[in-house]
């Protein structure tokens, strides 16, 4: 028998992709195709993040349905406090070594009326790349921010909503004129997370489910660092619990105590008090048109 009817006959496949060590290997994997002479940043002495989100605003004008990030939830959306966001920020960053993507989103990341002020605490010089994601529906026009945008080099990401065609025209006319690059989302699909309520799996179904979910979105909300969105804006509804070892609080930690804590969030193998109230990772969680 040869190595690859071996391979398929023994389903080794499935149990690779189900072992606990496939999502670390994924990582890891990508990050050295990506920056090869940046292996340094493995050591065990340096942090390397690859990907962390900034959360300004739950504040959205669009409120869908289906936003993953369950903004629909909120009825009294509200902008966060523009100190504390700063302030979390630089603890933040004085925390990791190098971060591959530095997001900033809400809600409607331009209805912040502090998004320049906030994109000032942005690192980009230790930051592959920064980007706004926007729903593309709302045009700004600030010199100022434009320009603190040049000089941050962010990056704009608008989602592709047919309701927003007209606006995402002006918007991208308006980033060419002022040599701000963009990039539209080209998918046309969402994830469907399933219902928030508690789905019943055991935890046995839980961590396979957490294993097979490969969210890498760890979002920074009110002074704390959550291993996802769901969990983040769960807890800030009052819809979910969070316990001790879920979450880094950013703000209180001192700088040693936040780079061991964001390892640990980063490098975690089983679920979150929040899978129970989501299917993403499941055979539930299925594909939806994007948007309203
Ligand atoms: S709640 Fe759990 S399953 Fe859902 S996105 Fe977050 S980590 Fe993945």
């Known amino acids: ?30 990050f050295c195709q990506k920056h090869g002479r940046e292996i340094r940043l493995l050591l065990p002495d340096k942090l ?7 959360v300004i605003t739950t504040k959205c004008n669009l409120r869908c349905p289906d936003c ?8 009294a959306p509200y ?47 230790k930051c592959g790349k920064v980007s706004i994601f926007t729903n593309g529906t709302i045009v700004p026009d600030d010199r100022d921010l434009f ?11 608008l989602s592709n909503y047919g309701i927003a065609q007209e ?15 963009y990039e539209i989302v080209k998918s046309l699909v969402w994830m469907d997370y399933g219902l928030v309520m508690n789905h019943g799996a055991n935890d046995k179904e839980l961590l396979r489910q957490f294993r097979q979910c490969f969210i890498n979105c760890k979002l920074l909300l009110n002074g704390c660092l959550y291993y996802c969105p769901r969990h983040a804006h769960g807890y800030d ?17 001192t700088t040693a105590q936040n780079r061991r804590e964001i390892r640990r969030l980063m490098w975690r193998r ?16 299925i594909q939806i048109p994007r948007g309203k």
Not at 151 to 157: A, E, G, S, W, Y
């Open 270 to 285: 089983k679920p979150v008090e929040a899978c129970k109230y989501c299917q993403r990772g499941t055979d539930k969680a």
């Open 167 to 181: 606006a995402q025209k002006k918007l991208t006319a308006v980033l060419d004129r002022e040599n701000i690059s």
């Open 79 to 125: 902008h966060l406090d523009r100190d504390l966001v700063i302030a979390s920020m630089k603890k933040l960053n004085e925390s990791f070594d190098w971060c591959d993507h530095y997001k900033i989103l809400g809600g409607e990341t331009f209805l912040s009326p502090d998004l320049k002020s906030i994109l000032m605490s942005v690192p980009q010089e």
């Open 237 to 253: 509804l009052g819809l979910m619990d969070r316990k001790a070892d879920e979450y880094v609080d950013i703000l209180r930690n």
């Open 48 to 54: 390397w993040l690859d990907s962390i989100s900034v």
């Open 147 to 157: 320009a603190v945008m040049r000089r941050k080099r962010i990056n704009v990401i």
């Open 68 to 75: 993953s990030n369950l903004m629909q939830y909120y009825d």
């Open 1 to 30: 028998m040869n190595m690859r009817t071996l391979w398929e006959r023994a389903h080794l496949r499935e149990i690779w992709h189900n072992c606990r060590y496939y999502n670390d290997y994924r990582r890891i994997r990508a």
